[in-house]
Each structure stands twice: as structure tokens, then as C-alpha cells.
């Protein structure tokens, strides 16, 4: 490869982790033992309200904040457009089973806190969007000896507790079987835009906050 090359990932899918200050653990025992635990690989069900973060306004505003940071100050995405947390449950995957892809509907950006993670309790897998052809399209399988953020189909981070995760809401993931004899715990939201946003052209859409 010659010296002056330079490769220019754009348009790339954000995705940030942060280690955050470690929660104290009788607030995580409040929120594993809360009424909106979801046990994994079930869905969540028309009985879930889903808002679980109501109770702890601390925690709900700090991840929030971190959020907000993220679209606003890293992405440049403008302030005008206000991104609240619509919904928030407690996720539970007990030993030996994983968490099947799938995306987050009706939302934006979502987040995933993690209270309690064991050892070889798996790993998070975030997916190439389906069709989205950063270099090549599903016509053909070219194989890959490097991965890369350009080159692979699936990414794969290892987690640990007090970690947040914030991704956008369509990026399709999943979890690895939990191979430890413990079960782990994640805190997972979304959020969606407020404001007034569209084309200059288009009629904007407005979505206000009750």
C-alpha cells in the first residue's frame, strides 16, 4: 500500500459506548426487581407498559443527557429537535439463552444500560442493515480475511456493567447465548424526535411534546 493513502469511511452507522459512573447496587436490585422485567428471547407483551425509567428520574435524565450529547454535540444533529425517552424496560436473559436479532420500532435512537453482566454472559452483535450497500451489494458474497467497520457484516462488542450503548433504532442486533449460570440484566430505552423538522420544499412535520 502505498504512503499516501488515505481511506475515507463515510457515511458510516454511529454507534457509541460509555462506561458510566457504576450505579449503587441497592438502585440496580430496584431495577431488576421492578414490574418491567422482560424475560429473553420472549417479545414484549401488550401487558408491559413499559416505563420503568418513570420511577428513577435520576437515572432516566442521565441517560437521556448522554443521548442528547450523543446526537447533538458527536453527530451535529441540531438542538431545535428535541430527543426525549419514549419507553424503558428492564430485560432479563437467563442462562443458555440468547436474544434473536431484531430492530427497535417507532423509535429513533435507542440505548441499552447494563446492571448485571456475568462472565460469559454473551456478547452484544450489532448487524449490517439489510440493502445497505456500503460497498457491495447482495448480488454477490465476497469474502472477507480483515474485518473492518467497512468490510464486516456484523460487529460484536463485549459488555460490561455501568456500560451504555446508544444506537440508532433500525440497526438490527442480538445477543449471544448466556453461557454463565447467572442471569443478566440490561436497562433498555428509546427515544423519538420532537420539534418541528423536514425539507425546505416539503411541508415540515411538527410532533409536540403533551
Not at 120 to 134: A, E, F, P, S
Request: hydrophobic share 35%; proline share 6%; net charge negative.
Amino acid at each position: 500500500m502505498t504512503t499516501n493513502f488515505k481511506l475515507h469511511e463515510l457515511f458510516s452507522v454511529p454507534v457509541a459506548t460509555i462506561q458510566m459512573p457504576k450505579l449503587d447496587y441497592s438502585l440496580k436490585d430496584k431495577l431488576i426487581n421492578s414490574k418491567e422485567v422482560v424475560e429473553r428471547p420472549n417479545p414484549n407483551s401488550e401487558d408491559n407498559t413499559l416505563t420503568v425509567l418513570d420511577d428513577f428520574l435520576d437515572l432516566k435524565n442521565l441517560i437521556t443527557t448522554e443521548v442528547q450529547n450523543f446526537v447533538h454535540d458527536c453527530l451535529g444533529y441540531s438542538r431545535e429537535v428535541n430527543f426525549q425517552m419514549t419507553n424503558s424496560w428492564i430485560s432479563m436473559q437467563p442462562p443458555n439463552q440468547p436474544v434473536y436479532m431484531h430492530s427497535h420500532a417507532n423509535s429513533l435512537v435507542s440505548a441499552v444500560y447494563y446492571l448485571k453482566t456475568p462472565q460469559n454472559c454473551g456478547r452484544l452483535i450489532m448487524h449490517k442493515r439489510k440493502h445497505y450497500d456500503n460497498m457491495f451489494s447482495e448480488t454477490v458474497h465476497i469474502p472477507v480475511t480483515n474485518h473492518s467497520p467497512v468490510s464486516a457484516n456484523a460487529w460484536v462488542f463485549d459488555v460490561t456493567e455501568d456500560m451504555l450503548i446508544i444506537f440508532p433504532s433500525n440497526l438490527e442486533h442480538s445477543v449471544e447465548p448466556n453461557s454463565s449460570q447467572q442471569d443478566r440484566y440490561s436497562l433498555a430505552c428509546n427515544f423519538f424526535a420532537y420539534g418541528t423538522f423536514g425539507y425546505d420544499n416539503v411541508k415540515q412535520l411538527e410532533i409536540k411534546d403533551d
